[in-house]
Nanobody, 123 residues
Framework: QVQLVESGGGLVQTGGSLRLSCAAS????????MGWFRQAPGKEREFVAA????????YYADSVKGRFTISRDNAKNTVYLQIASLEPEDTAVYYC????????????????WGQGTQVTVSS
């Protein structure tokens, strides 16, 4: 059973930054593609960023390129999302997800999900 636990969310002002963490209780963590998704009130869940297992290739949604950075520490079974230059439009619940597949941006491909962490950006 894979468990994912996010942390690091909070209330920040426009232009601020946060680092979200996702701790995974899973064997062979390094073989999993890890993704971050978010869901704002009244909107559908959307892809934010992903990092593959192995070589650690990354991919970002256009809306966050240059502001968000995904990384992983396989020794700690943890994936991070560094968020900079936050905007009110970034307000959402951020979810961590995992799958033992090649890098994918499709939420339907991910088998395991965390409970989410709230990020609120005030203007």
């Amino acid at each position: 059973q894979v468990q994912l636990v996010e942390s690091g969310g909070g209330l920040v002002q426009t232009g601020g930054s946060l680092r979200l963490s996702c701790a995974a209780s899973v064997r062979a963590f390094s073989t999993y593609t890890m993704g971050w998704f978010r869901q704002a009130p009244g909107k559908e869940r959307e892809f934010v960023a992903a990092i593959s297992g192995g070589a650690g290739r990354t991919y970002y949604a256009d809306s966050v390129k240059g502001r968000f950075t995904i990384s992983r520490d396989n020794a700690k079974n943890t994936v991070y999302l560094q968020i900079a230059s936050l905007e009110p439009e970034d307000t959402a619940v951020y979810y961590c997800a995992a799958v033992q597949l090649r890098l994918t941006t499709n939420g339907r491909d991910y088998n395991y999900w965390g409970q989410g962490t709230q990020v609120t950006v005030s203007s």
